[in-house]
């Protein structure tokens, strides 16, 4: 099968909302007046961000998924997409299985695929993805990194350090009760990217970033753009990683070994969960809470930002915590 | 050196059309009013779109430069770009030279660097571009592959299948002497997207695509798109190849022995030249030639669509050849 008959196959789907989708030079977008496009891109490289064996459903989901949380993390709202794809061999069914992943999560936010590549090659998945922010009165909507302030709150979505425990498992380095693993490898192989939640964050958040890297590396940046420091509660961290709550729960929790200092580190630095970290001020407490719910997204405020720079970390009593976890391989 | 101090060292550099640049979740643009925003991607792999020994500074060129011919096959201006880049290494000379090919014909086409990704694996580059098309009453002025009709001249810029000439010498299936060598080696590694003449045919041209795969191909796309025939004086478009001329000028010119068989096919199955095909109303010849001038690109007329499908190739005594360029490797 050749490039173009793959891409009719697989690939090519009507376009509603883009002016001209895949099959010409270009595709068009016409963005709506006044509004600003957003646009994110990530490769995708195997052995390195995916193993070789990975299901390809949960692979098309998770091509667009990581994509998908770089637009919730600007507060926009996804319109359509391309991707470039080298193919070390034209595997069919590995394709179908591929292209149901990612339409089934393309339709589920009304993001068009409208065009892209491909090409024969170590298999790389590279996808960009638009969306439409509105400009309002002459000033963005955009949630950007560098708007924290000394005072506002500090919050996390959903659940952190779900998937490093997954791909911990995975590696054969730790040994996961199957309840608890069946949770997390969704996690890791089926993010959630938080795009209702960003969107209803305009206006109320003063700055966000999505977690790929792990909340030290992540918030890191948020502090660096903003010129400002942070004081992180770590176990209320830990009390929202979900598999510390399943391990809770299933008869076979005892079978999942982690020291505090493990549980501390999956919260701080597993990478790879896809959720939100943002910052508001107090006064927008109440509509952080509106915005969860209105998004159906569970928010909890897990630290504050203050003038002094750095990062400090402190225990359920208030106790600082030494940071050493972002040097530090505690799993090995 | 890490992801973010490589892309610190090498890609970050101060936008000025953009909304936002690089270092955010998202980058941002804002379109101007009455226009649509024209998006094209392209994957560059080692060992198949490049040698592994490529000059990396011309290597850059080249990776944006078949970007800004997809736009200039739709008649866009270039606006900004997003880069995904897969490294087996951190290799900083290399990096080095790379960005300064990149942002040489980045500069020249006033096209910003806005985003993207670094990651590591098996060299890959991966350029989306982003581009600005007019849109006058309603209509779209983009130039698309759907609009060539019946009686319409077909046109080539430049001269084809000189690139194709010198993949053939790199890879020691043919003996060019050294001089001509330097010129098509150049249209290989160094293609000159012609984004000038497709803004200045926007309005002018019923459709355009730019010559990636060889004439034959790409013509056949426009062909299909737009149920029209065609027919091509061949041995028109083997007087432009530039190696033509160059060798017919060069004291060793002796030494380039093609059969006119070969010349046929290095015109009409030549990839890699990244000219613009197009077609034009003959009411519509003098407004070719002026923007031929108007954009210091050379035009030559080498063909007329027809109703009847299909695609006639004729010598220069109007006599039908036999159409066996696409299925037949006419230099190994």
């Known amino acids: 099968m ?20 895949i099959g010409d030079d270009c595709a068009l977008l016409q963005p709506a007046p006044g509004t600003q496009m ?12 995916f193993f070789a064996d990975t299901d390809p459903r949960r692979l098309g989901h998770k091509s667009l998924a990581v994509n998908l949380s770089d637009l919730a993390a600007c507060g926009a709202k996804p319109l359509a997409f391309t991707l470039a794809l080298a193919l070390p061999e034209v595997n069919e069914p ?39 922010v509105p400009v309002v009165n002459g000033t963005s909507q955009a949630l950007l990194r ?74 890191g ?24 709550a399943q391990a809770a729960q299933t008869d076979d929790a005892s079978d999942l070994h982690l020291s505090q200092e493990q549980w501390r580190a999956l919260a701080l630095c597993g990478g790879d969960d896809y959720e939100l970290l943002f910052t508001a001020p107090t006064s927008q407490s109440a509509a952080v809470a509106t915005a969860a719910r209105a998004s159906q997204t569970p928010v909890r405020r897990v630290g504050r930002i203050e003038a002094a720079t750095g990062l400090r970390l402190i225990d359920d009593q208030g106790k600082v915590l030494p940071n050493h976890y972002a040097s530090f391989d505690h799993f090995a």
Chains 1, 2 share one sequence.
């Open 146 to 219: 560098s708007g924290a302030r000394a005072g506002d709150n500090l919050y996390v979505s959903g659940t952190l350090g779900d998937a490093r425990l997954a791909l911990e498992a995975l590696q054969g380095k730790l040994s996961v009760p199957e309840a608890v693993l069946a949770v997390v490898r969704e996690r890791l192989q089926r993010p959630t990217p938080r795009v209702a939640l960003g969107q209803a964050l305009r206006g109320i958040a003063s700055a966000a970033i999505d977690v790929s890297d792990g909340l030290i590396g992540d918030l």
């Open 2 to 21: 050749g490039e173009f008959d793959l891409i009719a196959r697989y690939f090519t789907r009507p376009v509603h909302r883009a002016a001209l989708g």
């Open 221 to 244: 940046h948020i502090l660096e753009r903003s010129r400002v420091g942070a004081i992180v509660q770590v176990d209320q961290l830990v009390q929202c990683i979900a598999c510390h």
């Open 38 to 49: 957003a646009i994110s891109c990530d490769m995708l490289v195997q052995g390195r961000h």
């Open 94 to 132: 590995w394709l179908a299985a591929f292209a149901e992943g990612l339409f089934a999560l393309a339709d589920a936010h009304g993001c068009e695929l409208i065009g892209g590549d491909t090409t024969a090659g170590p298999l790389n998945i590279c996808i960009t993805v638009f969306g439409e």
